[in-house]
């Protein structure tokens, strides 16, 4: 038999993100990057058990923390076509700024937001 191991579009690796109010986490994603809610399936109490979004070529998948599986903050970093502009989106989805884009010692202007549910997300382009 010679089917997929894995959903097409699909990179072999993907980050898991266990939030606090994983809705509007996906909210803040769809507004600050554009993604697509791929995937989704809610526990019976309406929290999100398991929901996959698409950002440009990269599948995140995400959930809401609780019991075995508590919420953590984690970083992430994301390269955009125009960090400035995405930056400014990200405060407007209810973003908090982190670091306002910068460029310092590397090619990427970079600046830092955190999501509704305590995420960084780096955001960058490559300049040079």
């Known amino acids: 038999m010679n089917r997929p ?9 993907s980050v898991y993100v266990m939030a606090n109010g994983a809705q509007r986490v996906i909210d ?3 507004k600050t990057f554009d993604a697509t809610e791929l ?3 809610d526990n019976p109490d309406g929290s ?3 929901a996959e979004v698409r950002i440009d070529d990269t599948v995140v998948m995400l959930a809401d923390g609780g019991g075995s599986f508590p919420a953590f903050p984690v970083w992430l970093h994301v ?6 502009a995405t930056y400014r989106r ?4 209810g973003g908090v ?10 090619p990427d202007r970079r600046g830092g937001v955190k999501d509704p549910s305590g995420n960084t997300w780096w955001i ?3 300049m040079e």
């Open 90 to 93: 990200a405060l407007a989805a």
């Open 48 to 50: 999100i058990m398991h």
């Open 97 to 106: 700024s982190v670091q306002e884009p910068q460029q310092k010692g590397d």
């Open 28 to 30: 803040f994603l769809k």
């Open 79 to 84: 390269y955009v076509p125009d960090v400035d």
């Open 124 to 126: 960058s382009t490559q």
């Open 5 to 13: 191991y894995k959903p097409e579009g699909y990179a072999s690796v």
């Open 39 to 41: 995937r989704r399936y």
